[in-house]
């Protein structure tokens, strides 16, 4: 009877773990889809020329009024921004206990969302403007800082880095944040905070994420046209920062 109640309370510790893993997992997709809804209402439903929030906007992208195009396009600055603020929200000390979201789950369903934004942009806009090909990006030093340079060189310098950036940023984020080991101690194998194990890392990915989402978005004038509450997007990162930059010296 004894060997069978202990078998009993193995198997309930076990399901209670299953339960409390799946319980997990959902919640790091409910916080992403929270915010991915956040920015469709307060960010794809603001009027740039109105200064509001207006439904027809939000409708025109869900309902594609205007086209699938320009409702794909949206949807794929969403997910970019969100992808964004997820990221620096992974590495805030204290955020996801407090959101009960486990950091793996989350920075596993971020890289997945940031590189789908990659292939989608490099779908729609090689060989534009805002990606130029790759035989024009030795050129980007002598269009940033020759004196006959214009603003419009200028602009392409930028964006060019900026691509330089974005790609930096997915190719730490799939080396580092799909590989289990990150999210172990290297001697005790214990859990840990990945921010922990892999500071110069994390902090490389905040900062070429950053640098990525300025130079793109930045005008010819060194303003910047984004919407009020894609600054969210800028906040978290930098919020996590300070952080990464304790860990990463001291």
Known sequence: HLVCFQ???????????????????????LLSGGLVSSFLGLYTAY?????????????DVLCFKKGFDYSAVQLNKVLALSGLAQLGLA???????????????????TTFMLASHS??????????????????FPDMFKEAFANESTSLDKLKAKRKL????GSGCSLLMGIVLLNDETYTHSVTKV???????????????LCLGLAHFYFIEVGPKGDLPVRPYGYLSFITPLLALPFCLKVLLF
Do not use: N
């Not at 009027?47 to 409708?59: N, P, Q, V």
């Not at 000390?93 to 009960?100: F, R, S, T, Y």
């Not at 534009?128 to 035989?135: E, G, H, R, Y």
């Open 7 to 29: 078998g009993l309370e193995i198997l309930r510790k076990s399901g209670t773990v299953c339960i409390e893993t799946g319980q997990m997992h959902s919640s790091a997709l």
């Open 162 to 165: 900026a691509l330089i950036c």
């Open 47 to 59: 009027s740039k020329t109105e200064k509001c929030l207006k439904w027809s906007s939000l409708s």
């Open 119 to 136: 292939l989608y942009s490099t779908y729609r806009y090689y060989a534009t403007a805002k990606m130029p090909i790759l035989s024009s």
């Open 191 to 205: 859990a840990v905070d990945a921010l922990q194990e892999h500071s110069l890392s994390v902090t490389s990915m």
């Open 91 to 109: 590495f805030i000390p204290g955020a996801l206990e407090v959101l009960k979201v486990d950091q793996k789950d989350l920075a596993t369903l």
